[in-house]
Each structure stands twice: as structure tokens, then as C-alpha cells.
């Protein structure tokens, strides 16, 4: 008898600074590899703009990420936008961003299972498989975990193992590499899924930005509606990329300070 | 204000389009940036020619499907434009016909403007005269067609029994060229190599894609014939109308397989199999 497929969600986590082309084909690139594996079913893919308290230099105001990552999500009928992570009063690290999706998915899956239960009497032989969640990214994120004092080791036990990461990269080995260089990472490989583009594309937010300020066209790049909000709120200009020059990130200031925090929070 | 005038400018994109995608539309942006901010030209008008089926490239589907996803794609641009005319030829239609086609035109259109005009009228006069001149003087009165194309276009400007070495004088020569790079090619080296693009180098504009994008029409054939997603690659209209009319699959990638590709049967008289 054919397994059924694990439903899973699939969430990025980002400063969507803004919102690109090449954000939104990570979504695409990265269900189309996770249903061709056979094991799994992408049933909804989170954008979560990463909140003011990051303090990365040029971040524009949550507000606007937000209201642009809308715009361009629009016509999709399966990726959506999360505020939660953008509205906590400080920066919020990824896993416990990821614990709180994961908890809400669990929770509808846990209450239609019940419903099915209740309706027919017993647990419908059809009722899928416990859902999963896991980070999507791209290649230059695998390098973050090397940073020093931008992740907590325990952090990146729970995100690789047991989430798991949906890594999409441009073509190249980069990530198979770095994968190789870290314990942590070949210890989870199984459940670090390397998608690959075969096309360079290096269209990002920050050549987005840079276009922006130097007055030239970003059309086709991202969408027309977001271009249209970030000419009407005049974002992205220099003063706009000078904004938090010189602070640090938030992650290396707070995660000095804290205890490390167990998986029971 | 120095009152220096300004050239205005039209850009021609032949290719196959096939299909038209958001590199496609790049092209058309970085171009216009680009020659703006040299300060001595306006970009007026972008127009997208669509090759004739007789081009009989391997997986050239229908032109009337790749003229209409240009359209689609193009729709809510202010500027850029397709045409169809070359793609209605019976045959394959060389580019510098095509970009004679569009230049007489642009002429046409600017003499019909300028008729009740006493003082154009000079130039109109003028203009007449410089273009019956076999000149490959750069004229800065009156308004100029480019060709805008990759860099491997002009590359292809070396491959033997492709192009008549007239046409390439003319399109470098007397119009001129937008050229935008790709990863991969040196244009500059390649101009240098070449004599007769060397002499008109100053009407080659290569233009850096300092943002390497390679989404080419072959990669999104392939996605898509292999079932995956090409959304975000190309405007989503046209998404649509390759999924509506089950475009591009294994069995429209192998049409003219077996057909030698027009320019090559035209300069070398070999004919198809």
C-alpha cells in the first residue's frame, strides 16, 4: 500500500527588503522538489518579515515589508504573509518563530483529525500523516550558522533536526559544502533538502535596493505592485539604506545576554 | 540647461521570443537606463519582433502563440511594444530588412508630424538626403532605431554562413547596437577581434548586467516540459497562456529537428532534409 504524503508547510524567514521575483520562485523551485520526492505535499508556504528589532542596516519599516510582501502574494493561492514575527516588541529567534507555526499547524491538523474522528465514529483509515514544517532558504543561509554568536548551537540542533531545511541554491556546490564543513548540519543531512536552480540569478533585494537609489528600473525584478507602493512611500533611497549603520545585529546582542533556552519554552 | 539636443531612440528586439520572458524585459530596461544616462539620448519606444516561423529553429512554436504572449507581457508598459510584421512574412525575414522595415517607419511617423512644421521641414529635408547616402556617419538630428540583443547575438555575428557581413555593417554602421551582457561573453574582447565592429565600435553600447540573470526561453522550456513551476520567470498572463493552450512540451521541443535553420539554407543554398 502507497504511503501517504506528509502534508508540509514550508516558511521563510527574512527581511523581504523587499519582496523579490527570486523570493517568490524559492517557494515554486522548492515545492516542485519536495512533491517529486514522492514523500511529501506542500500544502502552504508562510512569508515572515523579520521585525524592525533585527537592526540590519537599511530596513525599511515592517509596515511596508509587509504591505509589499501582500501585494506580490496576491495572485497566490498558497503562499501567504505572517505578521507575528514582525509585531513581537523584539527580534525573535528562528526557532522559536518556527515553534510558533509549528504549534498553530499542529493544532489544525489535531482538530480535523478530531472532527473526522467524531463524524465517522473512528479514525478515518484516509486521514493523512502528522504535518511537517520546515525553513526555506536560500544557499547563502547555510553559511550563517558558521557566524559567531548569531545562533545558539541548540537553535540550529532544533531548525536542521527537527525541522529540517529546504535550501534552494543557483547551481554550484556551496551548499553540499557547507553542509560538509559543519557537525551539526551532515549530522541532519537527511533532513536538509538541496534544491537547485540551474540558472545564475542574482537578482536580490539588496542589487533591488541599490537600483532603487541610483534611479534605475527594477520592472520585472519585482512586482508591479510593489514597485508602485515603494514610488508612492519613496522607500529605499540613501538615507533609507543608512538607517541603522553602525548597530549591531540584534541576535549577536541578545543571545550573549540570555541563558540558552531549553526545547520546553 | 546646456540645450544640447538629445537623439531620441527606439529599440528593435528581434529574436524568437519563444517564449518571452522577464530577462526578455530586462533587456528593454537596462537599455533604456543605460543610453538615458549618458544624457545624449531619450528612449521613446521599445518594440519586440517576433522571428517568422520560417526561422525554422529546433522547438520554434507558432508565431502567432509567441506574438500574443508578447503582448500579454507587454501590456501594461508604457513603452515597449510588439510588432508583428516580421513574424506574418512567408519567409524568414533577414534582421536588417527588419530593422529597415521599422526604421522607414519611424521616418514616416516623424515626417507627419513635422509636415505643417516649416522649420523641421529642413531637416526632414536633411534627413532624406542622409539616409539615401550610403553614410555610416552617427547622426545625431532625428530619431534613431537600435538593435538591442544579447551578448551572444553578437557573437553570432562570427558564425560562419549566419549573417551577410553587408547586413552587419549596416545594422553596426548605420543604426547601431545595444548589446547587454551575459555571464560568459566578453563583447569588448569580441569587438576588438573583429574589424568591422571595431570600426564602428562607436555605435556599439554594451551595457553591463552587473546582476547576472540567466532565465533564458531554453531553461523555462525545459522546467516546463519537465512538469516544475516557471512562475516568477515570466509575467503571469503569460504563465496563463502557456498553461491554456498546453504549450511547449517533448513533442514541440523536437519540431524542425531535422531542418537546417533558414539563415544557414539561405547563404549556403543547403537545403533542408
Avoid at chain 2, 544616462?37 to 507558432?62: A, F, H, M, N, R
Avoid at chain 2, 517607419?105 to 526632414?124: F, M, P
Avoid at chain 2, 547601431?176 to 571595431?198: A, E, Y
Wanted: aromatic residues 8%; contains cysteine.
Amino acid at each position: 500500500m502507497a504511503t501517504r504524503r506528509v502534508p508540509l508547510v514550508l516558511l521563510a524567514c527574512g527581511s523581504f527588503n523587499p519582496i523579490t521575483n527570486q523570493h517568490m520562485r524559492l517557494f515554486e523551485l522548492a515545492r516542485d522538489h519536495m512533491h517529486s520526492t514522492g514523500q511529501y505535499q506542500v500544502v502552504g508556504g508562510i512569508v515572515s518579515p523579520v521585525s524592525d528589532g533585527y537592526g540590519k542596516q537599511g530596513l525599511v519599516p515592517a509596515e511596508h515589508r509587509i504591505a509589499m510582501a501582500k501585494l506580490a502574494l496576491q495572485s497566490s493561492n498558497w503562499v501567504t504573509v505572517d505578521e507575528w514575527e514582525s509585531q513581537q516588541p523584539d527580534w525573535t529567534e528562528t526557532a522559536v518563530t518556527m515553534r510558533y507555526h509549528y504549534g498553530r499547524i499542529l493544532k489544525e491538523y489535531e482538530q480535523s483529525t478530531r472532527t473526522n474522528k467524531d463524524s465517522s465514529g473512528s479514525s478515518s483509515p484516509l486521514s493523512s500523516p502528522p504535518p511537517q514544517l520546515k525553513l526555506l532558504c536560500g544557499a547563502d543561509f547555510l553559511n550563517t550558522f558558521k557566524v559567531p554568536g548569531l545562533w545558539l548551537d541548540d537553535h540550529v540542533e532544533e531548525v536542521t533536526g527537527r525541522f529540517g531545511l529546504v535550501c534552494v541554491s543557483r547551481g554550484g556546490l556551496e551548499p553540499e559544502q557547507a553542509v560538509h564543513e559543519s557537525d551539526t548540519l551532515s549530522h541532519h543531512r537527511q533532513n536538509i533538502f538541496l534544491v537547485k536552480e540551474w540558472v545564475r540569478n542574482e537578482t536580490s533585494a539588496t542589487e533591488v535596493r541599490r537600483a532603487l537609489r541610483r534611479g534605475m528600473s527594477v520592472k520585472y525584478l519585482i512586482p508591479d505592485s510593489v514597485l508602485e507602493y515603494i514610488h508612492q512611500h519613496n522607500l529605499y533611497t540613501e538615507d533609507s539604506e543608512r538607517r541603522n549603520k553602525g548597530m549591531l545585529l540584534r541576535p549577536l546582542t541578545k543571545q550573549t545576554q540570555q541563558p540558552v533556552k531549553t526545547l520546553d519554552d | 540647461m546646456d540645450g544640447r539636443e538629445v537623439t531620441k531612440v527606439v529599440l528593435l528586439a528581434c529574436g524568437s521570443f519563444n517564449p518571452i520572458t522577464n530577462m526578455h524585459l530586462r533587456m528593454f530596461e537596462l537599455a533604456r537606463d543605460h543610453l538615458q544616462d549618458t544624457g545624449q539620448y531619450k528612449v521613446v519606444k521599445g518594440i519586440i519582433s517576433p522571428v517568422g516561423d520560417g526561422y525554422k529553429k529546433k522547438g520554434l512554436i507558432e508565431a502567432c502563440h509567441r506574438v500574443e504572449m508578447a503582448r500579454l507581457a507587454t501590456e501594461d508598459s508604457g513603452w515597449i511594444t510588439v510588432d508583428p510584421w516580421e513574424s506574418l512574412q512567408p519567409e524568414w525575414v533577414e534582421t536588417a530588412k527588419v530593422v529597415r522595415h521599422h526604421y522607414d517607419r519611424l521616418l514616416a511617423a516623424e515626417q507627419n508630424e513635422d509636415d505643417v512644421d516649416t522649420v523641421k521641414y529642413a531637416k526632414k529635408r536633411r534627413l532624406e538626403e542622409n539616409h539615401s547616402e550610403d553614410s555610416s556617419h552617427h547622426r545625431r538630428d532625428g530619431p534613431q532605431l537600435m538593435l538591442l540583443c544579447g551578448a551572444d547575438v553578437l557573437e553570432s555575428f562570427g558564425i560562419p554562413d549566419m549573417w551577410k557581413q553587408e547586413d552587419i555593417a549596416e545594422i553596426v554602421g548605420r543604426y547601431g547596437l545595444v548589446c547587454i551582457t551575459r555571464s560568459g561573453n566578453d563583447p569588448h574582447k569580441f569587438i576588438h577581434q573583429s574589424d568591422m565592429l571595431w570600426k564602428h565600435r562607436k555605435t556599439i553600447h554594451v551595457v553591463h548586467e552587473w546582476v547576472t540573470n540567466e532565465i533564458s526561453a531554453t531553461h523555462v522550456r525545459r522546467a516546463l516540459r519537465r512538469g516544475r513551476s516557471v512562475r516568477y520567470l515570466l509575467p503571469d498572463d503569460v504563465v496563463r497562456y502557456i498553461q491554456e493552450h498546453k504549450l511547449y512540451s517533448a513533442e514541440s521541443e523536437r519540431k524542425n529537428a531535422d531542418v537546417i535553420l533558414a539563415p544557414l539554407q539561405r547563404y549556403t543554398g543547403a537545403s533542408s532534409s
